[in-house]
């Protein structure tokens, strides 16, 4: 009679307690570290768990951070160049004939006179060549015989028609209406002229009449404006205008003729009677 030999399995025990504790522990213990090793790392400088030393990534940039070095600091890029600008070429001066047609063009369309250095500055030319040329532009016009002509008047250049061509200009401008200033207004004005910077009070003696009137007549007109006043008293003293000189087409008041043909003979005793 046979007897069935069985096999005993062994159950292992479950890992509880403080001898699951125990052999747990002898199992997945790390590796003691030695005195040559502190960090615990091996001969090939790998760590306990195989890794090697710890990479920082900052910004793009990879890089092991040294002793005494910044960590995560990107390093410094070099400052782009800056292309060097070319100075601007001085523009070509233009040639007589061009300088003479590109004048006569402005002095066709402006409404006052304009002055040689104003000229310049539009023109890009040195003031030098302006004057010049202006003066046989007018010279030209003159031995034409043409109906305007071309003259400083209030410090610049204008074109103007010519005095033995008025009447025709009148009869076309005016067609019978004219709009004339007063014998008052003439005689305040030549006054003012005269006499300026001038008061009130000064003009109206002159005449023998109050002209305060006319003073603002003139003004409203453009041809006599305040110009400060007078230290003593206070009044506000009178000038002509711009206007005025572009009218008479003079160039400032110094041209104005002497008023001693003028005079009556007597004049002199006059005054001493009026003192």
Known sequence: MFRAETSEETVPAPLGGEAGEAEHGAVGAEP??????????????????????????????????????????????PAPRRRATSAPEPAA???DVELRGALEAILLVVDEPVSEFTLAQVLGEPAGRIGPMLDDIAAGYTAAGHGFELRRAAGGWRLYTRAEYATYVERFVLDGQSVRLTQAALETLAVVAYKQPVTRSRISAIRGVNCDGVIRTLVSRGLVEECGTEPDSGAFLYRTTTMFLEKLGLNSVDELPPLAPFLPDDVEEFADATR
């Not at 960090?39 to 090939?44: F, P, Q, Y």
């Not at 710890?54 to 092991?64: D, K, M, N, Q, S």
């Open 32 to 77: 003691v570290q030695s005195p040559a090793d502190p960090a615990g790392e091996g001969a090939d400088g790998a760590d306990a768990a195989g890794r090697g030393p710890e990479r920082v990534e900052t910004a793009g940039l990879e890089h092991i951070p040294g002793p005494g070095a910044a960590e995560g600091v990107p390093k410094k890029q």
């Open 93 to 95: 001066e233009l040639d």
